[in-house]
């Protein structure tokens, strides 16, 4: 049974280096590069300019990217450490790709092995939509470790965004949509002050962690901090849930966050095993409970079938 003290462990578990807040609003650095697909900038391409980025650098490299729409598959190294991609707004630069599962393995829009990442004011987006043909198309996987991103769009349909590796990743002020299992993965994530568009009656979320010798490989999970979880404009949802399983052992909570009334009333899949507390709720079925703390809490006790 989860106790009030395991529960205030949920909200530490990506407090990790607090100055990525203060980098998260400190003014805009400088660029060492610009991206801008006029030619105005050094380079046409976003891959050409993180190609470019001395391997292991000890100091930030803050790559500036023109409004536009890029469309490139773009990949961050792990030798490309600290690096960090900044928009002039996340509704005018945008990185895009169109592969899925259906094609490839490796199908991700945008992927981040570099640890130390950071990006402010990009969407990252896959417009691949399993409802009408192709299969999972991730806009951005990231398997690094130290994530940030802040005032970003990450934006696709069916499994949007993978947290990869148990690595750690801070989002603020972003916004995440999708259709199905749109942020899933084994990573280790909080997520502050975001919004969450859902585009289909499916699930929100696919945590996965195992148990291994009887106990979970990672502890910790996907936190949602003051989020606001609604319905994406134009779509119809009326059951969409919070989140599912991907292992017995995964672990997702919303903490103080404003839910739409297109979520289930029950909250969580039907795969779950949760102890649902309190947030902010809209929607009759959620007015009829009783709540007794701001959270509601996902501890995986099977996989979806």
Not at 120 to 126: A, K, M, R, S, V
Not at 160 to 187: A, L, M, P, Q, V
Request: glycine fraction near 8%.
């Amino acid at each position: 049974m989860t106790t009030i003290s395991n529960i205030s462990r949920y909200g530490l578990i990506c407090v990790f280096h607090m100055t990525l807040l203060g980098m998260a609003n400190a003014q805009r650095e400088h660029p060492d590069l610009v991206v801008a697909a006029d030619g105005s900038g050094d380079y046409k391409n976003v891959q050409d300019a993180i190609n470019a980025v001395p391997k292991n650098r000890s100091t930030r490299t803050v790559i500036f990217i023109k409004p536009g729409t890029y469309k490139e598959k773009i990949r961050a190294p792990s030798d490309k450490k600290k690096l960090k991609l900044m928009g002039e707004s996340y509704k005018t630069t945008i990185l895009t790709y169109d592969d899925h599962a259906g094609k490839t393995k490796d199908y991700a829009s945008t992927r981040i092995y570099a640890d130390d990442f950071f990006a402010e004011q990009i969407t990252f987006q896959n417009t691949i939509d399993s409802r009408k043909g192709g299969a999972q198309a991730a806009a951005l996987r990231v398997d690094a470790d130290r994530a940030v991103f802040y005032q970003c769009r990450i934006t696709g349909y069916q499994d949007t965004y993978y947290t990869g590796g148990n690595k750690r990743s801070y989002h603020k002020d972003c916004i995440i949509e999708g259709t199905t299992d749109f942020i899933y993965g084994d990573g280790i994530a909080l997520f502050e002050d975001c919004t969450i568009n859902n585009r289909k009656d499916s699930h929100i979320t696919a945590h996965s962690q195992k148990l291994k010798n009887g106990q979970p490989a990672n502890k910790f999970g996907y936190v949602f901090k003051d989020c606001e979880i609604k319905l994406y404009p134009g779509e119809k949802v009326s059951k969409a849930s919070l989140g599912r399983p991907w292992g017995n052992a995964a672990r997702v909570v919303y903490l103080n966050c404003m839910i739409g009334a297109h979520i289930r009333k029950e909250g969580w899949s039907q795969s779950c095993s949760a102890r649902e507390l309190r947030c902010e709720l809209e929607g009759e079925n959620f007015r009829k409970k009783t709540w007794k703390f701001p959270i509601l809490i996902l501890r995986a006790m099977s996989s979806p079938a």
